[in-house]
């Protein structure tokens, strides 16, 4: 007995079976005797889309008769992973296809591993993104996706001799059947140029944009199924082309080179996911294809607009536009220009659309990560752009500001959205939080900081635009798809409900002490373990006890994350077993999955260093297999969905204060794994929801990190001061690790001292050691940690991003639920 849909479209068993084939003849050019796997694949996604595009379009004729108000997701990163398996339970038909593959001769989890990832993002931001357009249609709001259709991916990671070595990823290279191409509502794009002021026969002055030139955007839809729902949204993705428009004179004069040159600059903007998930300043390309999908995302909403009104004066009653980090920010000055120059509203009403129809929200508070473009980069690309910042500058700093502050300059220069200095800047957040009504953290905790720490004075001045939305993840992908053994174990406990309504996973609680109960959660627990061993073993040829504690720490990998804090307590847990064969502790299997951001050098020599540590570990016979340290190549969303399941310890270590929210720590926890963190992000509210005595918190608070920073942290004291941390730091500069080869794991020690170690590795191991220890004792306890397990896994309802979408409909959005026929 499974979760699934009952639905009245649902397909039968026999129904899938004859559409499938049918799709392998008539769609895919093959049969059954031939066809290969991925054309299995293909023709099952065939035979779902005839359900799928049914009801995409029955809910846009929906929401266009219903005229209704919808939000816009503009975000550039959008982490989809594989849709088939989701798509099938979201639809309601995953028993049906898989007993149709059977009785067909063939394994639904072979097929569906044909997919590729879509990975049209970095990590967290990107992965919520995905999370939020499920919520959306699942509660049947109106909405709208937008993004860039990458043609590659974040890069596919393979590990050679240890190292990180980066290559592309070509997610449909062999064509996708989730995504459908829409010609007729191609949009182009100006780029460059000058701005003309002319006056018009009635004496006013106009501003008149000549772009240097001229790119098109061609959109692909692509299916958002809501879980049980009728409703199927878009996510609509711009792929650039060259413009239409060819200029002949230039071809016939011999510039049939100069135009293949224009053509592949066109198809540049669209052509690759920038990996870096803290900065790309200064990268022309970059700030082009923000303006790029902004400026296509913008006319379709707009022409979607028009179909139902003839002037701007319902617009924000129309349309809310969510700024998924300040990455989509120019949107905001190229709706003014659109209002202005293009549909001749004056100034103060533009503003009034604009204020009432942007909303912001902020992913992090590094400094590093807060976007800022050279004034000269707008100027040379977006001119005109440029001035209306300057013109919404100048009326913030002249009137707010100055009401607010008056003669105050140097309040004026803090607040101003240029930043002068040597090279002058756009500061993108300004802008955001200057225009937008709301401005969100993803976290109580964030939240509390952007407006203490980020934007203190913009509190003072509009403290009600101030908001927070704590993230979340959809149980169907995180639960439902990724773990069918627990997902029926709640099934037979709390009905078939709890896929929307996680709250009903509490009733577990009342049975976290029972006896049968424990046992068959646990046994599920090993059971994902024993799956995730072979992974191990097919990926990296390391053998894994799954009586051994999995302990799993999985992102990306950063400083602030702290992997290097991770890896300094392995060393230590190393040394001991050495110094001390008989050293207590249970058998303990360290997992990592990471991607570096491929100019990050101190985080590739991190990754380097798991992976060389792990070698001498692994094969080491005189620690008899208590320790095992794995790195599995290439994370992505479709090892995520593994790797959750399985993980006994959740590694939340980031410095107090930097990690905004965190998302996998709530996959963790609705998997049953307890918490090892800090009191960062969406820890602190985990923690609150399962209780602390079932979560292990260690190391400094967010206060005490600021008080330890500002009294002048030295790393040195720590050093000496605590002879194990000393031995394993030095340890990293001798050839233990790196036979022959001293010195190559020497960077990661020399950033901890030498580098002055800005996230407190130093001051937080001897505490973080202490609660391994307190880990390691708990464990030994059977029936003490199925008990916590089990908590956490029930107590963690609150995380399911549809209460996270509620809390923006109710504080930001203010939609109504639209039900498609
Ligand atoms: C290229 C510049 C850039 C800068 C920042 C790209 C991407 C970013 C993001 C802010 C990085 C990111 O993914 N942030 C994460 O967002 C998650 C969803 O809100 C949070 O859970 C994470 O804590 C936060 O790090």
Not at 289 to 297: E, G, L, P
Not at 522 to 532: N, P, R, W
Not at 608 to 629: M, P, T, W
Not at 786 to 805: E, Q
Request: aromatic share 10%; hydrophobic share 40%; net charge negative.
């Amino acid at each position: 007995k499974k979760a699934t849909a009952k639905n009245a479209l649902a397909l039968s068993k026999e129904q899938f079976k004859d559409s499938i084939v049918k799709h392998l003849r008539s769609t895919l050019g093959t049969d059954e005797a031939r066809a290969n796997n991925q054309a299995w694949w293909k023709a099952t996604c065939s035979a779902v889309n005839e359900l799928v595009f049914d009801r995409l379009t029955e809910t846009s004729k929906a929401n266009a008769e219903n005229d209704s108000r919808a939000v816009h997701y503009l975000s550039l990163e959008f982490l989809m992973g594989r849709l088939t398996v989701n798509n099938l339970h979201n639809v309601g038909v995953f028993d049906a296809a898989r007993d149709a593959l059977t009785d067909l001769g063939k394994d639904i989890n072979d097929i569906c591993d044909e997919e590729p990832d879509m990975a049209l993002g970095n990590g967290g931001l990107g992965r919520l993104a995905a999370c939020f357009i499920d919520s959306l249609a699942t509660l049947n709001y109106p909405a709208v996706g937008y993004g860039i259709h990458y043609e590659h991916g974040l890069f596919r990671q393979e590990i050679q001799g240890g190292r990180q070595i980066e290559r592309p990823d070509s997610w449909r290279e062999y064509g996708n059947p989730w995504e459908i191409c829409r010609p007729e509502s191609i949009q182009e794009v100006p780029l460059y140029g000058y701005v003309e002021t002319v006056f018009g026969e009635d004496g006013k002055m106009r501003k008149v944009w000549h772009a240097g030139r001229q790119i098109k955007g061609v959109p692909w839809d692509i299916p958002v199924v809501g879980y049980e729902a009728k409703t199927v949204n878009v996510l609509r993705l711009w792929e650039s082309k060259a413009a239409d428009f060819f200029d002949w004179d230039v071809f016939n004069a011999g510039g049939y080179v100069d135009s293949q040159a224009e053509k592949s600059q066109a198809e540049a903007v669209s052509k690759v996911l920038y990996p870096n998930d803290e900065s790309e300043q200064g990268k022309e390309l970059r700030l082009i294809q923000q303006y790029f999908f902004c400026a296509c995302s913008l006319k379709d909403i707009i022409r979607r607009y028009k179909r139902n009104h003839t002037d701007f004066s319902q617009f924000s009653k129309q349309a809310v536009i969510q700024l998924n980090d300040t990455h989509p920010t120019v949107a905001i000055p190229e709706l003014m220009r659109i209002l202005i120059d293009e549909e001749g509203l004056v100034w103060d009403d533009a503003w009034k659309i604009c204020s009432e129809t942007f909303a912001y929200t902020n992913h992090t508070l590094l400094p590093e990560a807060l976007e800022k473009w050279a004034v000269y980069l707008f100027e040379k690309v977006l001119p005109r752009h440029l001035e209306i910042i300057y013109e919404i500058n100048r009326r913030f700093l002249e009137d707010e500001v100055e009401a607010k502050w008056p003669g105050n300059d140097e309040m004026k220069r803090h607040l101003s959205i240029i930043e002068e200095g040597e090279t002058r800047m756009v500061r993108m957040a300004f802008l955001c939080v200057v225009t937008c009504f709301k401005t969100n953290g993803v976290a109580a905790m964030h939240s509390e900081l952007v407006k203490q720490d980020l934007f203190p004075e913009f509190c003072e001045l509009w403290p009600e635009r101030f908001e927070n939305v704590t993230n979340g993840v959809t149980p169907r992908r995180w639960l439902l798809a990724c773990n069918e053994e627990l997902a029926s174990m709640y099934t037979d406990l709390v009905g078939d409900q709890w896929p929307r309504d996680l709250t009903l996973l509490s009733k577990a609680n009342e049975f976290a002490d029972d006896a049968k109960f424990q046992k068959k959660f646990m046994d599920i627990k090993h059971t994902k373990k024993v799956q995730l061993a072979k992974v191990i073993k097919d990926l990296c040829d390391v053998e894994v006890d799954p009586n051994a504690i999995f302990d799993i720490q999985i992102k990306r990998l950063h400083e602030y994350k702290r992997q290097h804090l991770n890896v300094l307590h392995i060393l230590a847990l190393y040394r001991r077993l050495l110094e001390n064969p008989n050293y207590e502790m249970n058998k303990r299997v360290f997992i990592f999955g990471a991607k570096a951001a491929p100019g990050y050098k101190l985080a590739k020599d991190i990754i380097y260093a798991i992976n060389k540590i792990a070698d001498k570990v692994n094969n080491d016979e005189r620690i008899q297999g208590k320790l095992k340290v794995v790195f599995l190549p290439n994370y992505r969303v479709t090892l995520a969905e593994k790797l959750f399941p399985a993980a006994d310890v959740s590694e939340q270590i980031s410095t107090a204060g930097y990690e905004a929210s965190g998302t996998g720590n709530m996959k963790f926890a609705l998997n049953g794994a307890l918490t090892l963190g800090t009191l960062d992000g969406a820890n602190v509210e985990i923690a609150e929801e399962v209780g602390d005595e079932n979560v292990f918190i260690f190391g400094l608070n967010c206060d005490e990190v600021k008080a330890l920073k500002a009294a002048g942290y030295n790393p040195w004291d720590y050093y000496y001061g605590n002879p194990e941390l000393k031995a394993v730091l030095d340890w990293l500069e001798t050839d233990y690790f790196t036979p022959g080869a001293p010195g190559e794991l020497a960077s990661i020690k020399q950033s901890l001292l030498e580098g002055g170690d800005p996230y407190l590795c130093l001051a937080d191991f001897a505490s973080y050691s202490e609660a391994h220890i307190a880990v390691d004792k708990m464990y030994s306890d059977k029936k003490g940690w199925a008990r916590k397990a089990i908590i956490n896994s029930a107590s963690v309802g609150k995380f399911n991003s549809d209460r996270s979408i509620e809390d923006y409909v109710d504080r930001i959005w203010h939609l109504e639920k639209v039900m498609p026929n």
